[in-house]
């Protein structure tokens, strides 16, 4: 019995099993065929190679065609790459178009109810659709789009075979609608700024400049002469093209519209395309003018399926720091820093020379383990030794600092002739400037050159290939000076450690016999925490001057405006150094100073340091106060 029972609910299941499986497979089935069903043209607009869309609804006719792996491009009413967004959606709405109703077109069908084609704007239809999934343009099929319906909210359109009427959305018309300029790529140049390794700039009536990208991705000026680009602008060059837009394709462009002026040829991976600017395009009456734009007819060569290719005349706005960058490449692409590539850390040595003055050669000499280099003033090549007075390494840096940045404020010639390198100042330059990089001098001196009057600075390099003649600033005769003391260190003494100064005392030389400040600092409780004394020793401390005036001394007299005068005070300094355990020893060092002369200036000597120097601010103000301290109330007379 229970194997009857068992049997028969085995059957069951299978039965079950086989009416949901048989019933699914239908429901399946089902629902596909009536999605389907909604497709207007279901596979036949899939795979698309060609569309062609015309009809009184347009301004004119455009026809869209595949090539291959280049993509989709606008071949009608002129050729161009298409916009890629615009063309899926047009592919989309026509592959997954979906009617909502549909009924018969046959003739007898509409006329039994008294209509035609014509009843629903498809006889002479607004819009006809032809596409093809053949790269050949065979087996097209044509959709025919006619009027609204009742509500505006639907369309009428003709099936391809002509037997069904289908009302869909109105979104078809917009799609189909667009004009050509809204189907087309506005890109005007398709190689990426990043892959352009060449930009040659070609005006009809001149010589084409060429820039090129180093395998050290530098840019390089290689026509009409060969120099280094300046990579900023080459880049600001390149990226403004890549970045141009296509403004619009005219109808009909005038005459003179492909009358060329400019040729500009942008190369990548083995592919070049070429921009054609021809002339301006005149602005319509009454509308106002773009600063900082111009907007020019031009053409663009390539290549199309392996083909030359060269597109109808379209419009382009060219920004003015682009245009400025192309109308003078060889000026504004150029490279107008003298010295681009100096590394001012790598520099071990200056030499100056010029009239009227000894060569002087800045000398950077390894210092110990652990100390930075040293700088050194050399007077001549003989004097190079560890005697040298050591140099101010702030006005040293300062002075590569002006060499990296000297930059041309033109580029004058690149073929001088004798007359003129003589009416520049070459024949005996202002400046000439060599420079020693580890321990390979440069092969290149640099020649600095004034006109006869003496208003523009000229400069070229000796010695090199190089023969391009430089406008440049005249202040950098300045700071590179041929005076030794301009470079030597302003740090005349710093106390070391274990040193300070025991005594002070200033003396007035009119009153020797009546110290302004005499103060026994032997005991360390006797240092002030504050005041005139002890502002004084903090600039005793590291003694510094402003500016060198001589290297000679004369304990008597300093120079003032051509006039010789008097030291009026003698400050001396009691220096003591702890030698030992227990025991130390003490110099006097003395410095004789000039009276304050326009409130800023005052004059400082010593025969220690073989200089007269001009003293720094900070010094003078606290000297000041000690010389000439507020006068008391009884002294001034007004009293209580």
Known sequence: MRTKVTLFLVFLNVALFFYIFKFEQ???????????????????????????ISGPALRAPVDLRRHGNEGWFVTKPFEWPANVFAVNDLLNSLARLEHETSFTATDSDLARNGLTLASYGLAQPRLSVTFSAKDDGSEAQTVQVGDTTKDGRRLYILSPDRKWIH???????????????????????????????????????????????????????????????????????????????????PVNPPADASNVGLYINLTGNNRTE??????????PAGSPEIAGESEYYASLETTRNNQPFTSAIFTVVVPATL????????????????????DSRAVTAINLSGPGAAPLTLQRLEAGAGAPPAWHVVRSQTAADAGTPSADAAVIDRLLARLTELAAVSFITE???????????????????????????????LELGFDRD??????????????TIFEVRPEIVTDASLQPLAYRNRVLRELPAGARITRLRLIDETVPDKPLLDQNLADASAVPAAGNVADLLRQLQTLRADTFVTESFDPKAVRIDNTDRPWRYRLEADITLASGVGSSSTTTTTLFLSERTGGTV???????????????????????????????????????
């Open 26 to 52: 239908n429901w399946q089935t089902e629902r596909e065929r009536v999605e389907k069903g909604l497709l207007v043209l279901g596979a036949a607009a899939t795979n698309l190679q060609s569309i062609q």
């Open 167 to 249: 009302v869909v959305g109105s979104r078809l018309a917009e799609v189909l609608t667009k004009p050509a300029d809204a189907l087309r790529s506005d890109a005007l140049f398709s190689i990426p700024a990043a892959e352009v390794v060449s930009l040659n700039v070609r005006p009809v009536s001149a010589q084409a400049s060429r820039i090129e990208r180093d395998g050290s991705n530098r840019w390089q000026l290689r026509a009409p002469i060969s120099a280094r680009a300046n990579d900023r602008a080459a880049l600001r060059a390149v990226t403004g093209l890549t970045s141009l837009r296509v403004k619009s394709f």
């Open 274 to 283: 070429k921009l054609n600017l021809g002339g301006r395009v005149p602005r």
């Open 323 to 342: 245009e400025s960058l192309l109308q003078q490449p060889t000026q504004e692409l150029r490279e107008p820093r003298l010295y681009p590539d100096l």
């Open 415 to 445: 073929a001088p002739i004798a007359a003129d390198l003589e009416n520049w100042g070459f024949s005996q330059p202002e400046r000439v400037i060599a420079l020693t990089t580890g321990s390979t001098p440069s092969p290149a001196k």
């Open 454 to 467: 003496r208003r523009v600075l000229r400069a070229r390099f000796v010695g090199g290939d190089a023969t």
């Open 602 to 640: 005052q004059y400082a000597g010593a025969e220690e340091f073989r200089a007269v120097w001009r003293v720094e601010q900070p010094l003078i103000d606290v000297l000041w106060r000690i010389v000439s301290p507020p006068a008391s109330p009884a002294a001034s007379g007004r009293g209580n």
